[in-house]
């Protein structure tokens, strides 16, 4: 017994050495070795974008080139002190990363800063020079990278191998005190525990593999007594739960993952389509309407019927074709701009929006009444659009032998807000009902409804982006009904009592837009009131104009 003992003794003092070692060499691993040579990576990564950010300012003088530049300059002395604090004490290490900040410093100073700070005048000699210098220069600093990660490499794989060496003593250990225990245990009760022993045996070796990290391998069910079966499909199912939980989260990161990629993705080539349409597209446009008007003007009537046509439906084509993009712009900035959410009284923005559109309101005759409306939460401007694209849509698809008359209504859904906005017009045809939100749909001729197609669709992109939905209450007759839901705002209760919001004539439509999404055969036809060339009435455009 004395001799087990020590022996126990020895093998438990072997296994705190080993554990102790496998703490310091997994520490050494995780917490030195690998961060510093991401770091490394890193540094190389913020040279490499100065250097690129330099070359493609000296060869196209833009300013905005030199944003890498600078960005890479902060990411370098910060990527340089967390490297500096994780390589502490490693003379070897410390002496690659001086050599590193050394050479890029040269590099700077001979020819990064100069061309920098250089006057236009003499940016063209110091990029030939830089072309002819440059490259040298840089694969110095290059080359001083190379030999500081191959050096942190090295220093990692021998961590990693001192873990591995570890993990095997360790291993060792456990598994002679476990041969140990086993043997000593069947020896003083090999006649009485015969039945008990071989199943621990069995399950504890499952269990230890499954420790290791072989999540998948299965925990057998021991044969023996019934206390050990319960057990063993205990921690089975215990392991299958686990196994179960890590598969999921690894497929969720992926996911978040790859949705996060796409996200940037997508928010680029929206940023690159805002640029172009705000810039590249606009400028030819406004010059191509410009001398197409021109023409119209110099030499109307003095050619004949027919070039006067063709004169006009350029100038036609073009003017379209500026409201198209203007409507696309503001399509795209919708969650993007402009994006202060706060309390917003719905009260107050309808007013502004029948102030806005008056004019055309009185041309049409309307009578627009409305429901006390409640607080919400969001953006004002987006509030504006929705509420401007769907009266002046309601007013525009009005039926011929009546005044248009428009109600919007409101009332509580949970804590949220189901607002209505319902007209006497022509109505929406059931089958067209998710149509009319389909961007760009038109079912009417812009001689029958002008519009470009778009208010709808960005009605349900305002809406759908505050967390709502936007549908056509199909159960709606006599006209049409947009039924849509908002947050309602955190501290306001119901709106107050209705007062006089019979506003006839005196809600106003805005000249120069309407609505204007002409989705469906919205017998109430939904167009959209984009960009301005159109208002409710075929008022003159130009006014005010809408979205």
Excluded at 48 to 56: K, N, P, V
Excluded at 86 to 95: D, F, I, P, Q, Y
Aim: proline share 4%; net charge negative.
């Amino acid at each position: 017994m004395t001799t087990t003992l020590a022996v126990f003794t020895v093998l438990g003092a072997i296994g705190t050495w080993a554990l102790v070692r496998t703490s310091d060499s997994t520490r050494q691993l995780t917490e030195v070795s690998s961060p510093a040579l991401v770091q490394a990576v890193r540094l190389e990564s913020a040279l490499i974008d100065q250097e690129t950010g330099l070359r493609g300012y000296a060869l196209s003088g833009r300013d905005d080139f030199l944003d890498p530049y600078r960005q890479g300059r902060e990411d370098e002395e910060a990527t340089a002190e967390r490297l500096l604090g994780l390589v502490a004490g490693n003379r070897k290490a410390e002496e690659d990363l001086a050599t590193v900040l050394d050479r890029a410093d040269e590099w700077r100073e001979d020819l990064a800063e100069p061309i920098v700070n250089a006057a236009r005048a003499d940016l063209a000699q110091l990029t030939a020079d830089y072309t002819e210098r440059g490259k040298a220069t840089f694969d110095a600093v290059r080359a001083a990278l190379t030999d500081q990660q191959r050096y942190l490499s090295d220093t990692r794989a021998a961590a990693r191998e001192d873990l591995h060496d570890a993990e095997v003593v360790r291993n060792v250990v456990f598994a002679a005190i476990a041969l140990l225990i086993v043997t000593v245990t069947v020896l003083a009760f090999d006649a009485m525990r015969r039945s008990v022993t071989r199943p621990l045996e069995l399950l504890s070796r499952d269990a230890r593999q499954v420790a290791e990290g072989d999540f998948g391998h299965a925990i057998t069910t021991p044969a023996g007594p019934a206390d050990l079966e319960q057990l063993g499909k205990d921690v089975e199912d215990m392991r299958r739960r686990l196994a179960d939980e890590l598969d999921f989260t690894e497929r969720a990161r992926m996911r978040l993952d790859e949705q996060a990629m796409e996200l940037r993705r997508s928010n680029d080539e929206l940023e690159q389509f805002a640029y172009v349409a705000s810039h590249d597209l606009q400028e030819p446009l406004r010059k191509v309407a410009s001398f197409c008007q021109l023409l119209q003007r110099r030499y109307g009537g003095q050619l004949d019927e027919r070039a006067d046509q063709y004169i006009g439906f350029a100038v036609d084509g073009a003017n379209r074709m500026q409201v198209l993009i203007n409507d696309l712009l503001l399509f795209s900035r919708v969650g993007r701009m402009n994006t202060e959410s706060r309390a917003i009284d719905l009260n107050e923005t309808l007013a502004s929006v029948l102030d806005a559109i008056s004019v055309g309101l009185e041309e049409t005759g309307a009578e627009i009444t409305h429901d006390p409306l409640p607080h919400v939460t969001g953006d004002a401007s987006q509030f504006v659009m929705l509420f401007q694209n769907l009266i002046t849509n309601a007013v525009k698809f009005r039926a011929p032998d009546r005044a248009p008359r428009v109600h919007i209504g409101a009332e509580r859904d949970g804590d949220r807000w189901r607002l209505s906005v319902t007209d006497n017009g022509i109505g929406i045809e059931p089958e067209y009902a998710e149509r009319v939100f389909v961007i760009f749909q038109r079912l009417h001729t812009r001689d029958a409804y002008p519009g470009s197609g778009i208010g709808l669709a960005m009605c349900k992109k305002i809406v759908e982006y505050l967390g709502g939905t936007i549908s056509v209450d199909q159960a709606h007759t006599g006209g049409a009904r947009i039924v849509f839901t908002l947050p309602g705002a955190p501290g306001h209760d119901d709106p107050p009592e209705p007062e006089a919001t019979d506003t006839a004539g005196a809600a106003d439509a805005a000249d120069g837009t309407e609505d204007g999404t002409e989705d469906a055969p919205r017998t109430d036809g939904a167009e959209d009131s984009t960009a301005g060339t159109d208002d409710v009435d075929g008022a003159d455009a130009g006014k005010v104009p809408l979205r």
